[in-house]
């Protein structure tokens, strides 16, 4: 993301691994003897956990896990957050890139896994932590120029998962986000808590706007950081529809982009009667970014810094995760608090 005031071991060692392991599967093999073919089918066929081989088909990357992944690093915190929801922690070996505080209940378990980097680690500090599974929640996840792409740990032996809103296939609705949700579900073996986990979700959501049923739609603009120009949220992006379901439009919501920039006439134009203030690290506090949007003697007509109207959402809740349902929520109650007394 875009600072403040600024628009926006090796593969050799797994080869080495793999290649002991099937010589200690010969030698054992030699020592205890022949078996019968059938006991050793039916060896297999017991072993082989329920639901798999499964194959997922993530942004064009098909892949075929024969059982859950058990090694698994997060790059960026939503993926994370998911993980340990679905009572994932015992699979999870690393953690990266947090960008704001965790959820209360989940701060522990996240707390207890090693964290590799305050942004997206090297190629070589994950391979380092052993995983046979990367998740990433934004597209820098796998940045080629950085050495990380899903190539790049492919050849390493290791399977990637990218974030589906980083697919670039369409307009993200939260309907992506149950389905994120029951897929890391079904490649986990874990199919039930994620349906139970998707129905607690949709549950918070459909209370929500049930409470705005009928109301105004009230304009919206998301500020996320930026001076010369705004960087914002566009139409491609989860925000929009969350604002959708919480009684609002996205003013900006034609902008074929996740995020992207526009000027601060555009703002202007647009007529803002709400600015949702995007919020995690390194892009300077919330209170920073009021102070100067209140400052701008070219935004003082705006309805929203006329009234002082801002609602605060962690970035990490605008995603693709978790903390979708409960942004729809604080959303609801900031455009239409009436509904709410």
């Given at each position: 993301?875009?600072?403040?005031?600024?628009?926006?071991?090796?593969?050799g060692f797994l080869r080495?691994?793999?290649?002991?392991?099937?010589?200690?599967?010969?030698?054992?093999?030699?020592?205890?003897?022949?078996?019968?073919?059938?006991?050793?089918?039916?060896?297999?066929?017991?072993?082989?956990?329920?639901?798999?081989?499964?194959?997922?088909?993530?942004?064009?990357?098909?892949?075929?896990?024969?059982?859950?992944?058990?090694?698994?690093?997060?790059?960026?915190?939503?993926?994370?957050?998911?993980?340990?929801?679905?009572?994932?922690?015992?699979?999870?070996?690393?953690?990266?890139?947090?960008?704001?505080?965790?959820?209360?209940?989940?701060?522990?378990?996240?707390?207890?896994?090693?964290?590799?980097?305050?942004?997206?680690?090297?190629?070589?500090?994950?391979?380092?932590?052993?995983?046979?599974?990367?998740?990433?929640?934004?597209?820098?996840?796998?940045?080629?120029?950085?050495?990380?792409?899903?190539?790049?740990?492919?050849?390493?032996?290791?399977?990637?998962?990218?974030?589906?809103?980083?697919?670039?296939?369409?307009?993200?609705?939260?309907?992506?986000?149950?389905?994120?949700?029951?897929?890391?579900?079904?490649?986990?073996?874990?199919?039930?808590?994620?349906?139970?986990?998707?129905?607690?979700?949709?549950?918070?959501?459909?209370?929500?706007?049930?409470?705005?049923?009928?109301?105004?739609?009230?304009?919206?603009?998301?500020?996320?950081?930026?001076?010369?120009?705004?960087?914002?949220?566009?139409?491609?992006?989860?925000?929009?529809?969350?604002?959708?379901?919480?009684?609002?439009?996205?003013?900006?919501?034609?902008?074929?982009?996740?995020?992207?920039?526009?000027?601060?006439?555009?703002?202007?134009?647009?007529?803002?009667?709400?600015?949702?203030?995007?919020?995690?690290?390194?892009?300077?506090?919330?209170?920073?970014?009021?102070?100067?949007?209140?400052?701008q003697t070219a935004l003082?007509?705006?309805?929203?810094?006329?009234?002082?109207?801002?609602?605060?959402?962690?970035?990490?809740?605008?995603?693709?995760?978790?903390?979708?349902?409960?942004?729809?929520?604080?959303?609801?109650?900031?455009?239409?608090?009436?509904?709410?007394?």
């Open positions: 993301m875009s600072q403040l005031f600024t628009p926006a071991r090796t593969r080495a691994t793999a290649a002991a392991v099937a010589l200690s599967s010969v030698l054992l093999t030699a020592a205890c003897g022949a078996s019968d073919d059938g006991d050793r089918d039916a060896k297999a066929t017991a072993a082989a956990p329920a639901g798999f081989p499964v194959t997922i088909d993530n942004c064009g990357v098909k892949t075929t896990y024969d059982e859950p992944p058990s090694r698994v690093v997060t790059i960026h915190q939503h993926p994370a957050e998911l993980m340990l929801a679905l009572g994932l922690k015992d699979r999870m070996v690393g953690t990266a890139f947090p960008d704001s505080a965790v959820l209360p209940e989940l701060k522990r378990d996240y707390e207890a896994i090693p964290e590799l980097a305050e942004r997206e680690p090297s190629f070589e500090k994950i391979l380092d932590a052993e995983p046979d599974f990367v998740y990433g929640g934004y597209g820098s996840a796998f940045a080629e120029k950085e050495g990380r792409s899903r190539k790049a740990f492919a050849d390493a032996g290791i399977d990637t998962y990218l974030n589906r809103e980083y697919c670039g296939e369409g307009q993200v609705k939260m309907k992506d986000t149950y389905d994120e949700i029951r897929t890391i579900g079904k490649i986990f073996g874990v199919p039930q808590r994620a349906d139970k986990l998707v129905t607690d979700l949709q549950g918070r959501v459909a209370k929500a706007t049930a409470e705005v049923e009928g109301e105004q739609e009230v304009p919206v603009f998301v500020y996320d950081s930026g001076d010369k120009s705004a960087f914002t949220a566009g139409g491609k992006g989860l925000g929009t529809d969350l604002i959708r379901l919480a009684g609002g439009k996205n003013v900006f919501a034609e902008l074929d982009e996740v995020f992207g920039d526009v000027s601060w006439e555009q703002v202007v134009e647009r007529k803002p009667e709400v600015i949702a203030i995007y919020d995690y690290a390194g892009a300077g506090s919330v209170e920073e970014k009021k102070k100067f949007l209140l400052s003082a007509d705006v309805p929203a810094i006329r009234n002082k109207r801002f609602v605060v959402l962690p970035l990490t809740a605008t995603l693709v995760g978790i903390r979708s349902a409960y942004a729809v929520d604080d959303l609801a109650r900031g455009l239409h608090p009436e509904s709410f007394q």
